[in-house]
């Protein structure tokens, strides 16, 4: 039975795979005692970034103890393994991270070539932090690359908010190296580096918002794949309702708009969907609309925490819209669901046209 949890992308046949082929490209391999290491007692209870970091461990510990003797190994290794293993060869970074950091050329050569099919932007940073201007030099380099894997990890990798990594301090406070990266990427050819410039922007907004407005507004120019990245930039600032930011995409005040036949449950119960919807109409056509609702969630500390949902957004040639909406109260990995009562908003062009409480139950 095939596993859906992440961490068993590293199972049996990858390691078998992965000591294969080290054995291949280093005869003094001990292939059948690293597999029986990287499986030891605590395998089993160790999570997806903990049992990478054993097997990076673990094959330093069946390699040269040269640095540069172990990369001209790996690399032909990581190239051998072939495409469509992006998660798994992560190994290869997470080596640089760990090994490379006292021997700054050899590693970016090293990243460059393990970023193609796979991705090197968890383990620039630690360079960043501990070489800023060398390795945002060596990014820039990277940003004219000829090929799209490596050009994105200059974007990818120097985002300040990056998930999953460590945050990049010093960028959230001045975003300044990151935003010359982003400058020669915003027209690439490639829809894989314009979508990481696009949430490098968004993760510099959430620190410098004015900063972002101000590139928003030099970079719109009616061009599609630019303007794409600009809104997708934006995309917190848009949640946020930051009138500034609504209307330079043509969501202005509604002010001819009214809301009408709201049907929202006084209450539901964990583990069911609230279900709503309602009507938009207007004497004229609609016209140009970012409509979304919004969920004051009740959290353990009696507080409410604010997420907006978009539903939808276009210029309407309609008098009338009706729209209904379901949002799951199934608890899930990432969101605990606390009985009482939240609120629900209905939020047209950064307004909200309504807002009702509702109590949640428990099933």
């Known amino acids: 039975m095939e596993s859906n949890l992440f961490k068993d992308l590293y199972n049996q046949k990858y390691i078998n795979d992965l000591a294969s082929i080290l054995k291949t490209n280093y005869t003094s391999f001990e292939d059948q005692k690293f597999v029986s290491t990287i499986f030891d007692d605590s395998w089993k209870k160790k999570e997806l970034k903990q049992r990478m970091r054993h097997i990076t461990i673990t094959m330093q510990n069946f390699l040269p103890s040269n640095y540069k003797k172990s990369i001209s190994i790996l690399k032909p290794v990581f190239t051998e393994l072939g495409n469509n293993l992006t998660l798994e060869k992560m190994v290869f970074q997470d080596f640089v991270e760990v090994f490379g950091l006292d021997d700054f050329q050899t590693s970016m050569n090293a990243l460059e070539h393990f970023t193609i099919e796979s991705s090197s932007e968890f383990a620039i940073r630690q360079f960043i932090v501990k070489y800023p201007k060398e390795t ?166 009696s507080n409410h925490s604010f997420k907006v949902f978009k539903i939808s957004e276009g210029n309407f040639s309609k008098t009338n819209k009706h729209i209904s909406k379901r949002y799951s109260f199934k608890p899930i990995t990432t969101r605990k669901y606390y009985t009482g009562t939240h609120y629900i908003s209905i939020i047209v062009n950064g307004d909200v046209f309504y807002k009702q409480e509702f109590i949640l139950e428990s099933f």
């Not at 027209?187 to 979508?195: A, H, I, M, N, P």
């Not at 620190?207 to 995309?235: Q, S």
């Not at 449950?265 to 069911?272: D, R, Y």
């Open 136 to 301: 945002m030099k060596q990014m820039r380099k990277w940003a004219y690359s000829n090929n799209h894997h490596v050009r994105r990890l200059a974007s990818e990798g120097s985002r300040p908010r990056l998930p999953w990594a460590i945050a990049l301090r010093e960028f959230k406070k001045e975003p300044e190296q990151v935003l010359k990266i982003l400058e020669i990427l915003k027209d690439d050819e490639s829809q894989y580096v314009r979508k990481s410039v696009a949430n490098n922007l968004n993760d510099i907004s959430k620190d410098n918002p004015e900063t972002v407005k101000k590139i928003a507004k030099e970079w719109l120019e009616n061009n599609k794949n630019r303007d794409k990245i600009v809104k997708h930039g934006c995309r917190t600032l848009l949640k946020a309702s930051d009138k500034e930011v609504l209307e330079l995409f043509g969501f202005t005040k509604a002010s001819n708009i009214s809301i009408e036949n709201v049907n929202i449950p006084k209450q539901i119960k964990v583990n069911e969907d609230l279900e709503f919807s309602f009507s938009l109409t207007s004497k004229e056509n609609l016209g140009t609309l970012r409509i979304e609702y919004a969920i004051s969630f009740l959290r353990k500390n």
